[in-house]
């Protein structure tokens, strides 16, 4: 690392910690086989690079090394891949989008449990999965007191860091110190003495702009310059464009109908091409004042921002493009008036989000004509990413929508089934489904209504006469939710 | 009505007021075809009783006439049974239990659809479900303010009073006026207005004693007698019994591993023979100090304030047996000091669950292998009750328990299952399994090893062998969560 003593007395300053300063070889061999470790980073924002590489490297020459990982969401390839190919991972925890780990876990070498992302922290402090040996922290500078100023997301660090026995602080260069005060440090206490989380407006400040540490637990620094993995952006299609569309034509209804004020509630969006064809279409909303309350904050918001219509953002992580994060870190000192993140704990807190009356969008594998929802496992068996904080910001929004597309593989697979062959969100939870043809409103309605509403406006006009049909006869035999749990899951109903 | 001077002046205390105390047959004639009707009631316990028979024979007598009807959870027979008979609900929410209702849920002639009961007042506030023309509220007392002292349950009355056009109070002379005092009424602002809700305490008042309404909203008041349909206790049986004890042994182990202190957190059970044998079992925990915070009341909360093993109960309905409810009234202003009845909205709210750290223990229909729940659906198709407040708590919880029998119909069918043939929690939400041949500890597994625990903890010693077979099938399919979905629901494996 080529590290200068300016770098070294402004990122570490406590000058008794720099004797802690070791390359990534020597902090990797704080890792024993067994461990319990917690990382930061959620999506591939601010976690740890260096040593994960350097710990891969100790396993890849032979050493028996496996490890119970756990980490805000998912990481970047250093991380989660590196380790997964080195089979250096036995247990994960509590989401991942990595290609090599996502297989390891599907073909059971990897130990995965899909969590809520609100619910980890606090389950970790009751000691519910046992201990946490160690912590590994990118951060962009440590405290005079050994405090932490974490980098690109917050995610379940402040609570690794709290629960760990040693923590290793990876330093990252490449992350400016400027941002430094864009976060909300904030630990609830635990039942019986939990007090109400003060938060009520988005912008709202709790908390300590870095993670309590201490000098004490510092057992290694290491820099590191490997930025986060970036990605651009993902292109924003047809599909996911009329589904946008109908997702605004519905917000526009529910201000018309004076059930949303005109500058709408917090928003909450996932990730990808739909949800960056919701945030783009916003671009257009007749008002300014709009507010996110969110777990990642993407280009869409710095877009928002800049047309002037977005007020605040809260998050817990920033998942900026390349290009995104120039324009980030070229403006940091305006945007960060104007953003902060939180701990997941408090971003999916369900709590705050009744509280501030958040309007969640998440995205679906499939939907089924009863409004239950699929978001994690393809074809019922095989984990895509997990849950993540869906859960937490469906069952407590304001206004619940879930987004699907119609089909999938090019029409080939419908998407609105009669039976979820997984079911994450229960018809209890889902408001509204969208899909590019239209949008089924389930507020109020029964399951036999639901269905009609499902099949008309949201399947895929060539799906509609076979789930009409299997409606028809299923209605025959009866029941408040009718099925024909012998055909229910039958590549007739679902493909052509 | 044989009411006396003396029961009007200090049942209505409002002289002007009295000019409006009717029939119920005159009540009755305020609602008209088409109404959205919000009565008050949870469980058979404190709902209006005379005006609705009132509305049943108007029915019978051939007047067209079919309400929407709104309660807190389910009522009793002269409010859910009668007008059913009668054909005068279309539209119910958001729970039952009555066995006319049921049946005309599940033959598709009452549209009905089952909330979480924690959301069902916001949004109706929300203006989800359109307006609210009538709320029938049961009380025992009108003050000089044209405020209601509700009776045995809160329930969704007080959003149901703020809402409704009119209000028509039936002042049940049965329920003593010592009840006055008892109940908390706090309804939050509705977003992006809401504060925290400042309960940190089970045994915390931040309301009013009475629902707010005013003498303006009051279009009638009917004089009642007949009773709350009390029914006697459930009897424990051997099996719950077992269930009991092995819910028991883990708190003691939770205790004993510290991750629970000795007096636990405040319990939340349902109702019925499993959860009497659960409270039951408490009269034998070792240490005093315990906490109730639940949604219904029953005679083994007096057992353990009698017992001097808890300190405080707060639910949002009492539902005593008869003998319960005399031990009750006959030393009411005790047990008044140590009980409080809150709105659903508040007694199952997400904010205040997670906050005090609630141990949630819920009884399923069936659970399969991988800890999926079904909570409401016989047969996947056929409504049983509802999900009731088991999301609010479950989800919410500190620790989330599911009991349920390994098998139903005198051991004809197994209640553990490859694959639950309805969903009402996910895997997310269920941290144990108590069946009565064990406990299924699920935290920190992945699926795979959640389905060895749950068939070879809580699986009835019969089906084991067909669990396993089907378990080892689907593992050489491969998947994070192996499943054979033709073969998930197939009745060879669920029953002999």
Known sequence: MGESSCDVESRVRNASLRSRIMSPQEAAKIVKDGMCVGCSGFTPSGYPKAVPLAIAERVRKGERLQITLWTGASVG????????????IRRRFPYQTEERIRKAINDGRVSFQDLHLSMTAQNMRYGFYGNMDLAIVEAVAITE????????????????????????????????????????????????????????????????????????????????????????????DETSRRMAQNLLDLLDLEVKAARLPKELLPLQSGVGS????????????????????????????????????????????????????????????????????????????????RRLGVISMNTAIEVDIYGHVNSTMVSGTHMMNGIGGSGDFARNAYLSIFLCPSTAKGGAVSRVVPFCCHVDHTEHDVDVVVTEYGVADLRGLSPRERARQIVEKCAHPDYRPLLEDYMRKAESEGGHEPHLLDECFSKRLRER
């Not at 390839?77 to 250096?88: I, N, Q, R, S, V």
């Open 77 to 88: 390839p250093e991380l989660d891949g590196e380790l997964t190919e080195a089979g250096a």
């Open 145 to 236: 007191e050994g405090h932490l100023i974490p980098s690109t997301s917050v995610g379940n660090s402040p609570t690794f860091v709290k629960q760990a026995k040693e923590v290793i602080v990876e330093v990252n260069l490449t992350q400016p110190l400027e941002l430094e005060g864009l976060h909300d440090i904030y630990i609830p206490d635990d039942p019986p003495s939990r007090k109400p989380i003060p938060i009520v407006k988005v912008s709202d400040r709790v908390g300590t702009p870095y993670i309590e540490c201490g000098t004490d637990k510092i057992a290694a620094i290491v820099f590191c310059d490997i930025p986060d993995k970036q990605r651009p952006l993902s292109s924003i």
């Open 274 to 353: 739909v949800a960056n064809a919701v945030m783009a279409g916003l671009m257009e909303w007749p008002t300014d004042g709009l507010l996110v309350y969110t777990e990642v904050i993407q280009d869409s918001v710095l877009d928002l921002f800049d047309a002037g219509k977005l007020d605040f953002a809260s998050g817990t992580s920033f998942t900026p493009s390349p290009q995104g994060a120039q324009r980030l870190y070229s403006n940091l000192t305006e945007y960060r008036k104007k953003v902060l993140l939180r701990p997941q704990e408090i971003s999916n807190h369900p709590e705050i989000i």
